[in-house]
């Protein structure tokens, strides 16, 4: 959208278990609107103050840091920008205790089966990370290896082997190891 911009510092850089701030210019037009959304290792807790002179004040307070795109849009539309690509300092403390409220849970992370596809689930709703996922198998093959976000704080892992064996899987955020990584999986 040509006549709404979006402005401020806390567009490209942003600080973890803190408030971000910056500004919309709605130019006049209705802020109902507007809508901010983020994808990256958290979802941020997001306010609006409309400033009553064209313009809203947009805060967010991401519980993690780590790379993020920032959408901004009006009536459905990407402002000039959008997405902005954003990188959040954050606490090595503090993600390393979101990262360890993962759980991880399904037979397929002590056992799977050649030829077949392979699931777990991985519960990142008490942690509150919800992107940022690395996943690595290694073995005596390199199975096919993909995950689906639920949309509901779940992901779910699939693996297919070719080969049976002893096999690992690395599962991470912002490269620290959720709790039970590496797995190993014997495959049959």
């Known amino acids: 959208m040509a006549s709404v911009e979006a402005h401020g510092g806390a567009l490209v850089t942003g600080v973890a278990g803190a408030p971000n701030r910056f500004t919309v ?5 209705n802020v109902a609107g507007l809508s901010v959304a983020f994808e990256g290792p958290s979802k941020p807790e997001i306010s609006f103050a409309n400033q009553k002179d064209g313009s809203v004040e947009v805060c967010y307070t991401p519980k993690c840091g780590g790379d993020y795109k920032i959408y901004v849009k009006y ?7 959008s997405p902005f690509k954003c990188n959040i300092a954050g606490d090595i403390q503090q993600t390393r205790g979101l990262v360890q409220k993962v759980k991880c849970s399904g037979p397929a992370l002590k056992e799977g089966h ?5 699931e777990f689930l991985v519960d990142t709703k008490e942690a509150g990370i919800s992107g940022g996922l690395q996943v690595a198998m290694e073995g005596p093959s390199k199975p096919e290896v993909s995950f689906k976000d639920n949309k509901d704080g779940t992901l779910k ?3 297919k082997p070719d080969k049976a064996g002893q096999y690992k899987i690395h599962l991470k955020f912002g490269d620290l190891h959720v709790p039970g990584s590496p797995f190993v999986i014997n495959v049959k």
């Open 25 to 29: 210019f709605t130019q006049g037009h």
């Open 75 to 81: 009536d459905s539309k990407d402002v000039r920008g």
């Open 114 to 118: 050649t030829h077949l596809t392979n």
């Open 157 to 159: 892992v699939c693996y």
